[in-house]
């Protein structure tokens, strides 16, 4: 599980409203003098993030709590909302290739571009589709875990 400590902005029962500083991973780099990524960080800076996640604790706005997300939750979300897009482009501007060459156009290219540009909006269709659907899964939502000052004790017994 992915987890994360934030602040908790708003809440309302079942969900919650929290607030997370972005930063990126440059910070503990060695390299990050040196480095064009950590100074285009730099120039960026770190933006603070609003999520809506579950709250089964029942925590309050001010409350720092850690949240968490199934890793398998964020890697199958993250490959659709790459590569649909991508893939939807590519074979549409095939297939608007093909189309054109069939129809004897004298060139195919703007039948790939036109595929092309059609692949990627309707793949951006599904994706808002996608993205309203599993928005009300319970499964796809981060969840409130803790407490920050909470400390999970396990209690052995020493006989």
Not at 59 to 77: C, F, M, N
Not at 90 to 114: C, M, N, R, V
């Amino acid at each position: 599980m992915i987890e994360e400590r934030v602040t908790v902005t708003a809440s309302d029962g079942t969900f919650a409203q929290v607030s997370t500083q972005r930063v990126s991973s440059c910070g503990s780099c060695a390299a990050r003098g040196a480095c064009g990524t950590s100074a285009l960080a730099r120039l960026l800076g770190s933006r603070r993030t609003s999520v809506r996640v579950l709250n089964p604790i029942g925590a309050r706005p001010g409350d720092e709590v850690v949240i968490g997300l199934q890793e398998s939750v964020l890697t199958r979300t993250s490959f659709a909302f790459y590569m649909i897009p991508l893939l939807s482009l590519i074979l549409f501007a095939i297939l608007g290739k093909w189309l054109a060459g069939e129809l004897q156009f004298d060139s195919t290219e703007p039948g790939a571009i036109l595929g092309g540009l059609f692949g990627l909006a309707a793949g951006m269709v599904w994706l808002r589709g996608y993205a309203g659907r599993i928005s009300r899964d319970r499964q796809h939502q981060a969840v409130i875990l803790r407490r920050t000052n909470e400390i999970s004790i396990s209690h052995r017994s020493s006989t």
